[in-house]
């Protein structure tokens, strides 16, 4: 895959999803990062909408209030042309600890999300 270390550092300036508020933080910005039909599935299992999504972010933008995260583990598969999967460990706040996964398709100069999910995991090591 060429410029597989580029792309990889493209999308780690990207994870954790929706937590980068140098990306935007307006429904503007948020709708350029989302392919229309994007999804998720949360940590607790349950299934978002992205007017869901958009409705959790909204409330957390208010806030001037930065969670921390350690990113591990990090990784990009290329499935299709201009389609991406990003795995990665994620520590929340130094105890939540969960495995995420995004796909990202390229939309021309930049990224759009199509789905996102997180899983708990009370493992150590990935």
Do not use: C
């Amino acid at each position: 895959m060429d410029g597989s270390a580029d792309i990889e550092g493209e999308l780690l300036r990207r994870e954790p999803l929706f937590h980068h508020r140098v990306l935007g933080t307006s429904r503007a910005d948020f709708l350029r990062q989302t392919s229309e039909d994007f999804w998720e599935v949360g940590a607790s299992g349950r299934r978002y909408s992205r007017e869901e999504v958009w409705a959790v972010l909204e409330r957390r933008f208010e806030s001037d209030d930065e969670e921390p995260w350690e990113i591990s583990a990090f990784r990009i598969r290329q499935l299709a042309d201009n389609v991406f999967l990003a795995t990665y460990r994620l520590v929340q706040a130094g105890t939540r600890i969960t495995m995420r996964a995004t796909l990202w398709e390229r939309a021309g100069d930049d990224w759009r999300a199509i789905y996102h999910q997180g899983t708990i995991n009370s493992e150590k090591e990935v």
